[in-house]
Nanobody, 123 residues
């Protein structure tokens, strides 16, 4: 099973991008899915997470009100909608499958990671 992120690219400050996280071979219907990011020279940080049924989402303070997460009904794809982007959002974004249906901010709660997709926000 692999996770594949897509949708990264270059955006202007104030613009939007939507990232997708697709699971190969099987769905992650019963698992929470999180998004993390890593900027050059910085540690990987939590962005947000969606519960197994899509009913609960949680975000880091620095993206609240700007980012949202959703998942399709068949459990194959999870989306990270990023609006009102800022240059500080520039990073490689990773999706990760959690071990359980609910998860938090710790990377240790996630056991399957994608390769990441680059997001660059210009001012």
């Amino acid at each position: 099973v692999q996770l594949v992120e897509s949708g990264g690219g270059v955006a202007q400050a104030g613009g939007s991008l939507r990232l997708s996280c697709a699971a190969s071979r099987r769905s992650f219907r019963g698992n929470a899915v999180g998004w993390f990011r890593q900027a050059p020279g910085k540690e990987r940080e939590f962005v947000g997470v969606i519960s197994w049924d899509g009913g609960i989402t949680s975000f880091a303070d620095f993206v609240k009100g700007r980012f949202s997460i959703s998942r399709d009904g068949v459990g194959l794809t999870v989306y990270l909608q990023m609006d009102n982007l800022e240059p500080g959002d520039t990073a490689v974004y990773f999706c990760a499958q959690a071990q359980y249906g609910l998860a938090g901010e710790s990377p240790e709660e996630y056991d399957l990671w994608g390769q990441g997709t680059q997001v660059t926000v210009s001012s």
